[in-house]
């Protein structure tokens, strides 16, 4: 694996991590970060975001994508996902059809607090992606 690749992985997993220390998740106490790889190599993060009403709850993975479409990024190559647990947690189907809108090709990588990680192409978490 080239260096660089190894740096952007080390950069996405802090972030990722350091999201999931900003989690508001007092309903579920599962704590989510996210972490997005533009394509000018910017990392912005991104944590879940509860709410009383349940059902209004951000996930950190749009909570991320959101702050990044507003800060003018459209384009992105990589996404880390971190949760305090013993396997990593793949991002909901919401989350994926709403990243296929802007990163058909992200490449998706979750890790956790052992050494499994779950990684692959969007395609592949989500194949049938509804596009218009
Ligand atoms: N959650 C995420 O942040 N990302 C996902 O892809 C799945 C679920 C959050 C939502 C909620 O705050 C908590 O995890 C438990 O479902």
């Given at each position: 694996m080239?260096s ?12 990722a ?8 998740s007092p309903?579920s106490?599962?704590a ?7 394509c ?8 879940n975001?509860?709410n009383a009403?349940?059902?209004?709850t ?7 994508l ?6 003018g ?12 647990t013993?396997?990593p947690?793949?991002?909901?189907g919401?989350?994926l059809?709403v990243l296929a809108?802007?990163?058909?090709q992200?490449r ?6 052992t050494e499994?990680t779950l ?8 194949p ?5």
């Amino acid at each position: 694996m080239p260096s660089f690749e190894i740096t952007h992985r080390k950069r996405l997993e802090k972030a990722a991590r350091q999201a999931a220390a900003k989690s508001y998740s007092p309903y579920s106490n599962f704590a989510v970060g996210a972490a997005l790889l533009t394509c000018d190599d910017k990392i912005v993060n991104g944590c879940n975001i509860e709410n009383a009403s349940y059902g209004l709850t951000l996930c950190a993975e749009r909570v991320a994508l959101a702050r990044a479409v507003a800060e003018g990024h459209r384009h992105f190559s990589a996404l880390f996902i971190f949760t305090a647990t013993q396997t990593p947690t793949p991002p909901c189907g919401a989350c994926l059809q709403v990243l296929a809108e802007f990163a058909p090709q992200l490449r998706i990588t979750a890790v956790c607090d052992t050494e499994l990680t779950l990684e692959g192409g969007l395609d592949d978490f989500l194949p049938h992606a509804f596009v218009r």
